[in-house]
């Protein structure tokens, strides 16, 4: 972390955030009790007092895309490291160490007994590689869209890994050994479909794992605050009404999370999901 001041807005102690933030919420997301949004950053509103939440803090510390979350004292940070990549269910494990490339977007390492697989980019972290090794490396790399790359051809050079995106996102991995040429779904392979859908770029996919997790990188999320799922016209770079066109399209298609690139993660059960989204679709009409 560089020397950037401290936020006037941190209650004292030792957990802080600096004003290298950029409000990206990778840290509301891991760690809601001890990070808050104040004005126009996040800031640290309660330290952590108890193991279990100073643990939370060091996940958010290490996951923060600019380095502008510090700690007075560092127990606790080496066992914190270890945690990565979080479990989220069963073989899904949330990355962290987030890339300033991608403004902070968070990315997904599933571990299947064909190949394991990375859904977007983090930033080259030598311990999420050792992690990854361990793991059993890495057969194929997912880009939902030219946004959230990263540090992708570095993971995929170090374990010759075969990146998948769409063609029209080509000029941010010109190199990639797998393009989707057009708007159809594509069944990769049993557990695994990939869905184009338009809108935010025009390019942008998701991946559909197992009929359960749905990998959406910057298509739709889940909006804490209102409690329910959000798509935001606000940051969509190519066309809202493409946009909504693909949402309509992935309502068909069944799932129980929502895994994004920015926003919160959500569990609903498949048919409350359906209802979620077909309550999004009447929002964007």
Known sequence: MGTEKRLDTNVPGDFYVTEACINCDQCRQLAPPIFSEVGDYSAVISQPWREED?????????????????????????EAIADFPLLIEN?????????????????????????????????????LVHKFEQLGGIRYI???????????????????????IHVLEKNSQPGAEHFIQDRTAVDWAPDFRIIPVPGHTKGHMVLLYREKYLFT???????RERGQLDANEDFCWYSWKEQGESMERLAKERFEWILPGH???????????????????????
């Open 263 to 285: 926003g919160d993660r959500v569990y609903l059960e498949a048919d409350e999901m359906n209802i979620a989204m077909n309550q999004l679709l009447s929002r964007m009409k």
């Open 54 to 78: 100073r643990t939370k803090a060091f996940h958010a510390l290490l996951s923060c895309p600019t380095g502008a979350i510090g700690s007075e004292r560092k127990e606790g940070l080496t």
């Open 91 to 127: 073989n899904v494990f949330y990355c962290g160490f987030t890339s300033r490339k991608s403004y902070g977007a968070s990315s997904y390492f599933i571990k299947h007994p064909t190949g394991n697989w990375l859904v977007d980019a983090p930033r080259w972290a030598p311990q």
């Open 142 to 164: 997912f880009l939902t869209h030219q946004d959230d790359v990263a540090d992708a051809e570095k993971y995929a050079e170090k374990f010759n890994a075969e990146r998948i």
């Open 217 to 223: 990188g910057d298509h739709l999320a889940w909006d």
